[in-house]
């Protein structure tokens, strides 16, 4: 479920500690015209949350994350290549991989990600 308001932090006294592997991924940005076209596109998405915050946008996912160029592009009005797209990703975590000129992948999950490289 795509949520434009929801918000992933918590407060510490909320916060369980658990001995688990989480399968989540992400990307941080710093607030733009570009991410906010980025965070448009995967608020679309199943199993991805989008947080607004006063200077940066987060994108986080379960699983995996599948940022199309073209989709992208056509919400931004002009090009958006991988290349552009790393730039104005200020942080990610899980595993990244750009699949193709078109393409760029993001994994929680190494051994999916293993998948696409081997």
């Known amino acids: 479920m795509s949520a434009h308001t929801a918000n ?5 006294k ?12 992400g990307v941080t940005m710093s607030d733009c015209v570009e991410a906010r ?3 448009t596109v995967m608020a679309r998405h199943p199993n ?21 160029m ?13 290349h552009t797209f790393e730039i104005s990703t200020s942080t990610h975590y899980g595993r990244m991989v750009m699949v193709d000129d ?6 929680g999950d190494m051994n999916e990600m293993m998948k696409y490289i081997v």
């Open 48 to 68: 991805v949350t989008v947080t607004y915050m006063p200077a940066m946008i987060r994108i986080d996912g379960d699983g995996k994350m599948t940022f199309k």
């Open 14 to 25: 909320d916060i369980k500690f658990e001995d688990t592997v989480s399968f989540q991924c």
């Open 70 to 82: 073209p989709e992208i592009s056509e919400e931004l009005g002009r090009v958006m290549t991988p």
């Open 37 to 39: 076209a980025i965070a």
């Open 8 to 12: 992933i932090f918590k407060s510490m």
């Open 102 to 107: 078109e393409t760029v992948m993001l994994f």
